[in-house]
């Protein structure tokens, strides 16, 4: 079965420290990959997702970027974090089209940030 | 650009009772995906319910079932019997059909209370 793991769950840093979240998927080959950012109390906004190793789309202009360096494997980083940065994010992955499971996002646990 | 729009931020139901949570979404396409994800205190985002556009007849899991107007574009979500455990936020998602860019647009979010 499949299972998605993402690390660590919870993160306190310093404004102008960098981050480094990580994101793994077991069971499932070429997954389609994607990082949603959850603000206090708001829905969930599309980050970045990712087609394939290497191939990284960004949604919204930031201070984020992501990266693939596995086919099983995401990455969302920052240089230098801003107070706007804290949040949930959240790392999904899912499979384009057959069977019941297609197109279904699973999402994994969650990363508690908050810059200070 | 899709949206999905849910208007009610809070509802409450009794403990045994029926209760329904409205989405509406807007699209130009034809074919594509409708989803309710459940986020409890835990925050892990749970599928509850998908539904196909194709597909008239209406999705049910269990004590979930949905009321799918393709023509209104309204996507509502009912819960019958609640159970305390039902107690969480509700989105609402939108998924293009077919292709790499398989991304979920999600509403806002209700919070949903169920009272003892």
């Known amino acids: 079965s499949q299972t998605i793991h993402q690390w660590p769950a919870t993160l306190v840093q310093p404004v102008g420290s960098p981050l480094s979240l990580e994101c793994t998927v077991e069971?499932?080959?070429?997954?389609?990959l994607y990082w949603y950012r959850q603000a206090a109390g708001r829905g969930l906004q599309l980050l970045f997702y990712s087609v394939g190793i290497g191939q990284i789309s960004s949604e919204v202009p930031q201070n984020l970027s992501a990266s693939r360096p596995q086919d099983r494997q995401f990455i969302l980083s920052s240089k230098k974090l801003l107070l706007s940065d804290s949040g949930f994010y959240l790392c999904?992955?899912?499979?384009?089209?057959?069977?019941?499971?297609?197109?279904?996002?699973?999402f994994g646990a969650g990363s508690r940030l908050t810059v200070l | 650009a899709q949206t999905v729009t849910q208007s009610q931020p809070e509802m409450s139901v009794q403990e045994a009772e029926t209760v329904t949570l409205s989405c509406t979404y807007d699209?130009?396409?034809?074919?594509?995906?409708l989803f309710w994800y459940k986020q409890p205190p835990s925050r892990q985002m749970i599928l509850v319910i998908r539904?196909?556009?194709?597909?008239?007849q209406n999705a049910t899991e269990n004590r979930f079932s949905v009321n799918f107007q393709k023509a209104a574009k309204s996507f509502s979500l009912k819960i019958s019997d609640s159970q305390l455990g039902d107690t969480a936020m509700y989105f609402c998602a939108f998924m293009k059909h077919g292709g790499a860019n398989s991304k979920l647009t999600f509403g806002k979010g209700i919070t949903l209370s169920v009272r003892p």
């Open positions: 999904a992955w899912s499979v384009m089209e057959g069977g019941a499971g297609a197109n279904v996002l699973t």
């Open positions: 699209t130009s396409e034809s074919n594509y995906y």
């Open positions: 539904q196909e556009a194709y597909k008239q």
């Open positions: 069971g499932t080959s070429n997954p389609n």
